[in-house]
């Protein structure tokens, strides 16, 4: 098999699942926000500075910007905070009255944002003043229970306050005018915000924020599962149907999915979180705007994931990118599943070509389960929650060190190493994935590692997550 140019150099076991602080920081900002928090749903049309927004109120670029509309398609939730109240912060794509079908979902999207918000902002461009599909969008939220604020937005100066005037005639009230872009009058907003919100319910006692228990976020155990793939073979499909809501919008034109959306999922195996990402397509074919921070998104998705779902088309066998794809989630160090998805359009033929495609174009990601699956119909998905239990298990598996050292002692009597090295003492150090320390007289050939590793492998059955081999010379 042969690598793309720009495809990761596959690491050795003792290489993978780097936590560098940019890798850190990225996982703490992608933790979902707190079950129970109050909800605010940020709407509008397009391109009046939503995602800016809610960039500014966090304090940092976790929603896709660019200066052209249609960026944001899917809900994105983060958790939010002003003077000590948490809150849960909606991003939505802009809502458009009339358009193409894909336009029509994300309206759907922004309306089901707001019939679960607790307040509701409406975004509007304060330079163009109040359009035809603003006073559509305020007819809507007339009728909202939650109370609505308008947000006069790109009002940078003084010179245009008077601007915010004109959006009086919206009938939701007297407008707030701010700059998103550059934080001007954000805090006004806020302080507005935070007074529309329900009163806060006490929580049992070390339950909640400011108490001396953990934050549910750091203690629900959630499992990351990042749904990975090329453009357009049902990833958001998938994770619609195994999230039981249309949360991710899905069309059939390439790309329709910007940024990562995750949701925990309550299962038999425990708590899942399922993270739908970008698809991801060679670096030459991706543009420098939103696309491009799209990709970044979905591979720090892949690097902080505990699990990889790799949807492949079924209908177009595995590609090239595939196995880019594959290296990628393999050099990350988290155990993937296979899914080949529209499996119910092929024939008998076309089966067993593509099975036999993946023994031979995927057979570096080893014992890696395979899924036949239709997201679309949902046939064979029933079998993918099984299947994560048992690679979660293997993942977190423990092993006690008399059981490591004596396979390894059996595996050196039954081959010792070359030039006299041996290992004197091994022991597992960390799970997530298994990471196992042999502490060695002299240096041990890759070749050997690799003997070794294999025989882990086979003695405690972890085919299918990776395996972390950590050798400490001692003097």
């Known amino acids: 098999m042969t690598a793309a140019d720009d495809a990761p150099a596959r690491p050795t076991a003792a290489a993978r699942k780097p936590q560098s602080p940019a890798a850190a920081a990225a ?9 129970g928090l109050p909800v605010v749903a940020i709407v509008g049309r397009p391109n009046v ?10 304090g940092r670029r976790e929603a896709i910007v660019e200066e052209r509309p249609g960026v944001t398609r899917d809900r ?11 809150f849960t912060l909606v991003d ?19 309306e089901q944002a707001i019939a679960s918000a607790d307040a509701i902002l409406l975004v509007v461009d304060a330079t163009t003043g109040a359009t035809e599909d603003d006073d559509r969008v305020a007819r809507i939220l007339r ?32 407008p707030h005018p701010v700059s998103a872009l550059h934080g001007r009058g954000t805090g006004d907003l806020l302080d507005a915000v935070v007074d529309a919100l329900p009163d806060e319910v006490d929580d049992a006692p070390g339950d909640g924020p400011g108490t001396d228990g953990p934050p549910v976020a750091d203690a629900d155990g959630a499992v990351a599962v990042a749904i990975v793939g090329r453009p357009n073979v049902g990833k958001s499909t998938l994770f619609n149907r195994l999230i039981g809501e249309e949360r991710a919008v899905v069309h059939d034109l390439a790309g329709t999915t910007r940024d990562s959306v995750d949701t925990v999922v309550e299962t038999d195996a425990g708590p899942l979180r399922f993270v739908d990402t970008a698809g991801m397509r060679r670096r030459a074919r991706t543009s420098e705007g939103a696309e491009y921070y799209s990709l970044v998104r979905a591979l720090q998705s892949v690097d902080t994931a505990d699990v990889a779902l790799l949807v492949i088309d079924a209908t177009e066998g595995i590609t090239h990118q595939d196995q880019r794809l594959a290296e990628r989630v393999d050099a990350a160090g988290c155990p993937v599943v296979l899914l080949l998805n529209k499996w119910e359009r092929l024939d008998a033929e076309a089966r067993k070509h593509v099975t036999d495609d993946v023994a031979r174009r995927l057979a570096f990601v080893g014992e890696a389960p395979v899924l036949k699956i239709s997201a679309l119909t949902g046939k064979g998905v029933d079998r993918l929650l099984p299947t994560l239990a048992g690679t979660i298990s293997q993942y977190r598996r423990r092993v006690p060190t008399r059981r490591v050292n004596e396979v390894i002692g059996a595996a050196q009597a039954a081959q010792p190493a070359p030039h006299g090295a041996r290992v004197l003492y091994a022991t597992q150090g960390a799970t997530d994935p298994p990471t196992f320390t042999l502490f060695t ?3 041990l050939a890759p070749t050997y590692l690799r003997y070794l590793e294999r025989t882990l492998r ?3 059955d972890l085919h299918q997550t990776a395996v972390k081999i950590r050798v400490r010379r001692r003097s």
Not at 27 to 35: I, T
Not at 92 to 110: F, I, N, P, Y
Not at 149 to 172: I, P
């Open 458 to 460: 086979d003695a405690f």
């Open 143 to 174: 009728g909202a229970t939650a109370p609505v604020l308008v947000v006069a937005n790109k009002v940078d100066g003084e010179s245009r306050e008077h601007l915010v005037w004109d959006l009086l005639r919206l009938g939701l009230g007297d």
């Open 76 to 86: 994105k939730e983060v958790e939010a905070e002003w003077n000590g109240r948490a």
């Open 27 to 35: 996982a703490r900002a992608e933790v979902p926000p707190r079950p």
């Open 441 to 443: 007289n002299k240096d």
């Open 92 to 110: 939505t794509g802009g809502w458009l009255a009339r358009g193409s079908e894909l336009d029509e979902k994300v309206s759907r999207q922004s």
């Open 49 to 58: 500075g939503k995602s800016t927004l809610v960039n500014r109120i966090i």
